[in-house]
């Protein structure tokens, strides 16, 4: 069966017209801006990055490739560009310039890891389909880097070649039958990849729930249909009312927190999304300080940047994790002497 991802996280819709602006200039804030030199142009970068304005960086970083004497620093400027733009949630146009930044350099590791990411984002996040994982794979192998994420691609990527050899059975006959064995049948076409099945044989399983308790986990059993077939904001409110009927279930609440995460990370959704699903692990660890207390942490650790004063009303038990810092994701921005 395909379970959800609570795993590692690590950390596009803009036009790509931001990658036409002059080689020498970028605008921010209808201020043309023009740098004398490829250190210049890559600090300004830095520093908007550092301060949240990504798109502002990702300019900076393409004058920054302009006045690049090297390939290297090409390369260099372009990853830190998709960088700004994984940021900032733009996982399409985030993945075209980290394959530039591949294509001027295809011996760094940085950008073909940071490449395969995007491409494993754009599959997960429901932008592709298994292409992007088989490119996600390629990139990462050649990368050498993150494991734990090349493994997930192949896993995923066996799931659905096993799916596509699986010879669909003719829809079952639904009535008459029990909450359990309706439970069960839908189960079965979860773990077969018929997503659409099971979401209707869990619907009649829900006319058939009479307790709190049946109707929060066929609730609960739909939501987790529609997070495995990559549509998160169709099953917020499935989780939404297996919570509504059972408030303090563990399960469901890391599921709708997981939820709510995925809806923002995708760029879908905006930080009210993040701010809820930090709300939601906040009750989770309050009520098990140890279920899934890596995700509450990367999740509090993107509203530190994003909403300072929010996160600060949140608390985590040994929240001492720097594995973020520790990865070099972007690069030395090196063009030589330049």
């Not at 996982?91 to 310039?97: I, L, R, T």
Request: glycine share 6%.
């Amino acid at each position: 069966m395909k379970h959800l991802k609570f795993g590692s996280i690590l950390m596009l819709n803009i036009g790509l017209s931001v990658f036409l602006v002059g080689k020498t200039t970028a605008s921010q804030n209808d201020t043309t801006i023009a740098y004398d030199s490829f250190k210049e142009a890559y600090s300004a970068g830095n520093d908007a990055l550092k301060n949240g304005h990504y798109l502002e960086a990702v300019k900076a970083y393409r004058a920054a490739e302009g006045l690049a004497s090297s390939a290297k620093g090409r390369s260099d400027a372009y990853n830190a560009a998709g960088w700004a733009l994984v940021r900032a949630k733009k996982w399409p146009e985030a993945k075209a310039v980290f394959k530039e930044a591949v294509d001027e350099d295809n011996d760094s590791t940085i950008a073909l890891k940071n490449l395969g990411f995007a491409c494993f984002n754009l599959y997960e996040y429901g932008f592709a389909g298994t292409e992007e994982l088989k490119n996600a794979i390629q990139y990462l192998e050649a990368s050498g880097e993150n494991e734990d994420l090349l493994d997930r691609a192949k896993s995923e990527l066996s799931l659905e070649e096993s799916y596509a050899q699986t010879t669909p059975e003719p829809e079952p006959d639904l009535k008459d039958k029990s909450f359990k064995t309706l439970l069960a049948m839908g189960d079965a076409a979860q773990a077969n990849g018929r997503y659409d099945l099971a979401i209707k044989i869990f619907k009649h399983a829900a006319m058939a729930a009479i307790s709190v308790t049946s109707k929060g986990l066929v609730a609960n059993r739909q939501g987790k249909v529609l997070l495995d077939d990559r549509k998160p904001r169709e099953a917020l409110a499935y989780f939404e009312e297996a919570v509504k009927e059972k408030l303090n279930e563990k399960v469901y609440l890391n599921n709708l927190a997981y939820s709510y995460w995925v809806v923002y990370d995708s760029g879908k959704g905006t930080v009210e999304d993040l701010k809820k699903s930090a709300d939601i692990y906040y009750r989770v660890n309050s009520i098990d300080s140890t279920f899934h207390n890596d995700m509450f942490k990367v999740v509090l650790d993107e509203l530190k940047e994003v909403d300072p004063a929010s996160a600060s009303q949140y608390t985590v038990g040994d929240d001492t994790s720097d594995s973020d810092s520790a990865a070099d994701v972007k690069g030395a921005g090196d063009d030589g002497d330049k």
